[in-house]
Each structure stands twice: as structure tokens, then as C-alpha cells.
């Protein structure tokens, strides 16, 4: 089983739907790569630190190290 199929498991398990939980675990593993190389971690330290924060947002807590992106401000009327 490749390290795709499991994190797809992993988010059905979670919750989502098979499509979505695909869709997810893709985006979770190339993530993993763009933070380890902004970072200097490895891959899987990364996936592991990604994987946790999916689990906290599904049990509705939010870490306290977690900084969200700033909110977008509305696009100006045409």
C-alpha cells in the first residue's frame, strides 16, 4: 500500500468522503514537501506536523502555535 492509499484511509476514516479524502491526501503530502524545503525539515516531519493539525481541526481545537492566514480584504466593487 503506498503512502497515498494511507493517508487517503487515514482522512476516510476522519470523515471524508473517498473523492475528497483522495484529494486530501494528496494535498497533505505536497504540502509536507513545500514545508520541508521552506523549513530545512524532513518530509515526514512535516506530514506528521500536518496530519496532527487535521486531526486537532476535526476535534475542533485549534494549537496555539497555528497562525492562520491573514483575512482577505473584498474586492472593490466593478
Known amino acids: 500500500?503506498?503512502?497515498l492509499d494511507q493517508?487517503?484511509?487515514a482522512c476516510v476514516r476522519l470523515?471524508?468522503?473517498p473523492a475528497?479524502?483522495?484529494t486530501m491526501a494528496a494535498q497533505l503530502l505536497k504540502r509536507a514537501e513545500q514545508l520541508a524545503v521552506e523549513r530545512h525539515t524532513t518530509?515526514?516531519?512535516e506530514l506528521a506536523r500536518l496530519l496532527l493539525l487535521v486531526v486537532q481541526g476535526?476535534?475542533?481545537t485549534v494549537p496555539p502555535d497555528f497562525s492562520p492566514?491573514?483575512?482577505r480584504s473584498p474586492a472593490p466593487p466593478a
Do not use: C, K, N, V
Open 1 to 3: 500500500m503506498t503512502e
Open 7 to 9: 493517508l487517503t484511509q
Open 69 to 71: 492566514a491573514p483575512p
Open 20 to 22: 475528497q479524502a483522495a
Open 43 to 45: 518530509r515526514e516531519s
Open 15 to 17: 470523515g471524508a468522503p
Open 58 to 60: 476535526r476535534a475542533g
